[in-house]
């Protein structure tokens, strides 16, 4: 029989549905490659088999009973550390919150189980989800399964690794300056950062986000194949009045020219040989499937990039600083000065001023996306970055700021973005950022199949 880890969600779901595998077949293959793999990775966290078993079972008597199980039927997913998840700590990376027990499931993590995902276990992340690398002094360390020696991204290190080695078809991710995105690029697979408002999110067991928080950051799904991610999204993004940002838009929007900009250095941004290369595949991959390219700078993203940075620490000061001290994350620590010293404290005017620009930007960015309904940008300056090299010196940490200036400038818009991967340079991944207007992921998975079907690394791999 195939392994069933190594099937794509769409199809796993079908065999369940149709009663070729039992959702318990199917659970029991996912806990066998979780158990292979992941001591390699250190990706999830915390797993609990018997409760796992317990949810397919549950898939498999829905299903015996003529009930529909739902679009994701038995299909084993990851959540992220820093959702609630009834009966499990929201540790976020934390020693301070090791013992925070959700008293009940972060919408997001009902949405899914009521599409009928089997929840297999929680992924790492970074202290407080800090940095595009993950390794906290609570869960430990997280490796890039294609390459020990890069990043895995982050903060959803956990997630996308965990998908690149096959343990779960789907992971949950979150995103406030790339954390879906860019550990998507650096593993190897896809991952989709939905608009603001289309994923409904929010933990019971914490206090409400900051300002910066709720206009920036949203969760959504990784996966290894197109398909899997335009299943989870529609399933991650149901309805649910907790999260009163969350928009009930069509999944589906009016038809668009087929145009796509390729911006090889948006806002001036240096990028290189082997990412420019990566952009200029992707056009052509496109252009084959009949859209018309035109190369062209963006919008900004220097301003806004500064701005959702200042939006997010003007917040994080009033009460991150001390949990920083207390907890004593050493990692956390380092980013957080650095992040500091670039972004002076803004006083109330700026504060205000830094809101009232936002408009001005996500006008210009809905402008341009009149006359191009997607543009293709870099994910990243760089190939994934070396394992911890962030907290290697200043200079490091800075080199890297500017290298993600198209994972940082977009969230201030609210715009969503998809990473597909591309190929490899080497063992390192490498792939493309797609941008398209708010509510239009329609438009940004159509394009994103069309590169994928000309080529992606092969997915899932054995931990190199």
């Not at 096959?166 to 790339?178: K, N, P, Q, S, V």
């Not at 879906?180 to 999110?201: E, M, N, Q, S």
């Not at 972004?343 to 996500?362: E, H, I, Y």
């Not at 941008?435 to 940004?444: C, K, N, S, T």
Request: aromatic share 6%; hydrophobic share 45%; glycine share 8%.
């Amino acid at each position: 029989m195939t392994d069933l880890w190594r099937l794509p969600a769409t199809e796993l779901a079908h065999r369940i549905r149709a009663r070729q595998v039992s959702a318990i077949e199917a659970a029991r293959d996912a806990l066998a490659r979780l158990d292979a793999v992941n001591p390699a990775i250190n990706a999830v966290v915390d797993h609990r088999p018997e409760d796992v078993l317990a949810q397919a079972a549950a898939i498999d008597a829905a299903i015996a009973r003529g009930d529909d199980p739902g679009p994701l039927a038995g299909v084993p997913a990851t959540i992220k550390v820093n959702a609630d998840q009834a009966g499990y700590a929201t540790t976020n990376g934390l020693r301070l919150q090791k013992d925070l027990i959700a008293q009940e499931d972060s919408p997001v993590v009902a949405n899914l189980r009521k599409a009928g995902a089997v929840i297999l276990g929680r992924t790492n992340t970074p202290a407080f989800s800090l940095r595009w690398f993950t390794r906290n002094s609570l869960h430990g360390h997280t490796k890039n399964p294609r390459d020990a020696s890069i990043t895995p991204g982050g903060s959803s290190g956990g997630a996308a690794a965990a998908v690149a080695a096959g343990i779960g078809a789907i992971a949950h991710g979150t995103d406030i300056g790339g954390s879906i995105r860019y550990p998507a690029y650096a593993c190897g697979v896809h991952g989709l950062r939905p608009t603001l408002g289309r994923i409904p999110a929010w933990n019971q067991s914490g206090a409400e986000r900051h300002a910066g928080g709720q206009l920036m950051a949203v969760s959504g799904p990784i996966a290894r194949t197109i398909g899997d991610l335009r299943l989870a999204f529609a399933a991650m993004a149901a309805r649910d009045i907790r999260d009163p940002w969350w928009v009930g838009m069509p999944m589906e929007g009016p038809p668009v020219p087929k145009r796509a900009a390729l911006c090889l250095s948006p806002d001036g941004l240096a990028v290189q040989p082997a990412v420019a290369d990566a952009l200029r595949d992707a056009a052509r991959r496109l252009e084959a499937a009949g859209w018309a390219i035109e190369e062209t700078d963006t919008p900004p993203l220097r301003e806004p990039a500064a701005l959702q940075a200042m939006l997010w620490l003007a917040e994080s000061r009033r009460g991150l600083n001390a949990a920083l001290h207390r907890e004593a994350d050493p990692d956390a620590s380092f980013v957080f000065s650095q992040m500091e010293a670039l972004c002076p404290q803004p006083d109330l005017n700026a504060f205000m001023d830094g809101l009232q620009k936002r408009a001005t930007f996500v006008r210009q960015w809905m402008e341009f996306f009149e006359r191009f309904p997607v543009a293709i940008t870099p994910v990243s300056a760089e190939l994934p970055f070396r394992d911890q090299e962030d907290v290697e010196s200043p200079e490091a940490f800075h080199r890297i700021m500017e290298a993600q200036l198209t994972q940082i400038g977009v969230p201030l818009m609210g715009l969503p973005g998809l990473v597909v991967t591309t190929g490899l340079v080497g063992t390192v991944p490498v792939g493309v950022q797609l941008l398209a207007g708010r509510y239009r992921e329609d438009v940004l998975l159509q394009a994103g199949a069309l590169i994928e079907a000309a080529g992606v690394p092969p997915a899932p791999v054995d931990p190199a």
